[in-house]
């Protein structure tokens, strides 16, 4: 049974970082695209950054491109979303999940997904 669990959420200033982790089991992680989403309150998901099995090729949504680096360690089953220079704009529940393509940004084309967990940035 695939499971994956997100941490590191919290409550921060705007020009602050967080770091997210997703820690995954009962799946090959490595074998797997990955991906980090969002939904703020009264608004749909939003994709924010995918990333391949083997780590290459990510892309960034326009809102978060040049604060926010996916990454991923294999050896720990676990995917991570540095976020720097926050904004209010960027307060979410972030959710991870396991795309069941080689490559995509679409909320649709991830099949297993976390509970999520919540950014706040006050300003």
């Known amino acids: 049974q695939v499971q994956l669990v997100e941490s590191g959420g919290g409550l921060v200033q705007a020009g602050g970082s967080l770091r997210l982790s997703c820690a995954a089991s009962g799946l090959t992680f490595s074998n797997n695209l990955m991906g980090w989403f969002r939904q703020a309150p009264g608004k749909g998901r939003e994709f924010v950054a995918p990333?391949?099995?083997?780590?290459?090729?990510?892309a960034y949504a326009d809102s978060v491109k040049g604060r926010f680096t996916i990454s991923r360690d294999n050896a720990k089953n676990t995917m991570y979303l540095q976020m720097n220079s926050l904004k209010p704009e960027d307060t979410a529940v972030y959710y991870c999940?396991?795309?069941?393509?080689?490559?995509?940004?679409?909320?649709?084309?991830?099949?297993?997904w976390g509970q999520g967990t919540q950014v706040t940035v006050s300003s």
């Open positions: 990333i391949r099995g083997s780590g290459g090729t990510t």
């Open positions: 999940a396991r795309g069941s393509w080689y490559y995509s940004v679409r909320a649709r084309d991830y099949d297993y």
